[in-house]
């Protein structure tokens, strides 16, 4: 079946402008997952969306972060006023149900690459 | 606060030869474990997971990994590594209760020479 897609795979934008990722993850999976990968910070995980409860926002490193998850299926990343260290690969998961303690496997998008200039 | 550590950013193996990632990691209790491979292009797919239970775990691709409490680790092995094996490949740590959110070591990047 289908994988995680993730929309557009490339985005090049200029420094103050806002953007927004969109993630499709695969059918059924109730957890969604957003990542960032730099070459600074490594893999840093963002956020995280479990069915109709509220999502972990712990890692969104500034208030320009925001994520929504409509429908539960489809979610979006929005960055607000871009700025050059947002530069990265933006990374979608999802996975059937988060597991508790999160023993689910994760399935990975091919990623959004975002370069600010 | 959790952490995982891979102390090796950069190997080269000759194919045919034997491989171990190295990977440590900081956490309170007992995690749950990953390594994930990151081929150039291509998104992060598994190689393996573990959770509890018998401390050598197999995956695919013909990698296997052992917890070791004592160490804090959990080494990622390969008995005869292959030319399609060159990727970057990174272990990671799931908290527990935590939803399943995933903390990152910084990666190995794996390379192998013919």
């Known amino acids: 079946g289908a994988g995680v897609s993730q929309s557009p795979s490339n985005k090049v934008t200029e420094k103050g402008k806002d953007v927004e990722l969109r993630c499709d993850p695969i059918?059924?999976?109730?957890?969604l997952y957003w990542y960032r990968q730099s070459l600074g910070q490594g893999l840093e995980f963002l956020i995280y969306?479990?069915?109709?409860?509220?999502?972990?926002k712990s890692g969104l490193p500034s208030d320009r972060f925001s994520a929504e998850r409509t429908g539960g299926s489809v979610s979006t990343l929005t960055i607000q006023r871009t700025q050059q260290e947002d530069s990265a690969v933006y990374l979608c998961a999802s996975s059937p149900s988060g597991g508790a303690g999160g023993t689910d496997t994760q399935y990975f998008g091919p990623g959004t690459r975002l370069t600010v200039l | 606060a959790q952490s995982v550590t891979q102390p090796d950013i950069h190997i080269t193996v000759s194919e045919g030869a034997s491989l171990e990632l190295r990977c440590n990691y900081s956490y309170g209790a007992t995690p749950y474990l990953f390594w994930y491979v990151q081929s150039p292009g291509q998104g992060l797919q598994l190689l393996l997971k573990?959770?509890?239970?018998?401390?050598l775990v197999q995956g695919i691709k013909g990698f296997e990994a052992e917890f070791k409490r004592s160490q804090s680790s959990f080494n990622l092995r390969k008995p005869s590594v292959h030319w399609s094996d060159a990727a970057e490949y990174f272990c990671a740590v799931g908290p527990y209760n935590q939803g399943g959110k995933l903390i990152f070591g910084q990666g190995t990047e794996l390379s192998v020479k013919p």
């Open positions: 969306f479990q069915g109709n409860s509220a999502p972990d």
């Open positions: 059918s059924g999976h109730t957890a």
């Open positions: 573990y959770f509890s239970g018998d401390t």
